[in-house]
C-alpha cells in the first residue's frame, strides 16, 4: 500500500522557519522523483520544489527560490521541505509527491500558518 506521510507544518510567524517532513512506503522510493507542491485557500495547487530521483538535482519555484531547500534521504525513505524567511503568503497546505512518467501518488498535505 503506497503511503506518503507528511509532517512538521504548523503556526510561525513571519521570518520563521519551518521543515517538513514526507515519509514515503510502499514503493521504491529511490526510483521515483519527489516533489512538494502547495495549495492557498481558494486557488489550485501549484508547484514548489522538486528533486530528481537519480542525481538528486533541485528545482524551485521563483517564489520560494533562495527560501526553500529540498532534500532527500533515501536510506529513510523521506523528502524534506526546509523553509526559512517565511511569508504571510506562504501560508497554504503543503503536499508531497511522488511520481515517474507513469504514475504519481500524493499524500494527504500539512497546514503551514504564516502570520504574527
Known amino acids: 500500500q503506497v503511503q506518503l506521510v507528511e509532517s512538521g507544518g504548523g503556526l510561525m510567524q513571519p521570518g520563521g522557519s519551518l521543515r517538513l517532513s514526507c515519509a514515503a512506503s510502499g514503493f521504491t522510493f529511490s526510483n521515483y522523483r519527489m516533489g512538494w507542491y502547495r495549495q492557498h485557500p481558494g486557488k489550485e495547487r501549484e508547484w514548489v520544489a522538486a528533486i530528481a530521483s537519480a542525481d538528486s538535482t533541485t528545482n524551485y519555484a521563483d517564489s520560494v527560490k533562495g527560501r526553500f531547500t529540498i532534500s532527500r534521504d533515501n536510506a529513510k525513505n523521506t523528502v524534506y521541505l526546509q523553509m526559512n524567511s517565511l511569508k504571510p503568503e506562504d501560508t497554504a497546505v503543503y503536499y508531497c509527491?511522488?511520481?515517474?512518467?507513469?504514475?504519481?501518488?500524493w499524500g494527504q498535505g500539512t497546514q503551514v500558518t504564516v502570520s504574527s
Open positions: 509527491s511522488a511520481h515517474t512518467d507513469f504514475v504519481r501518488f
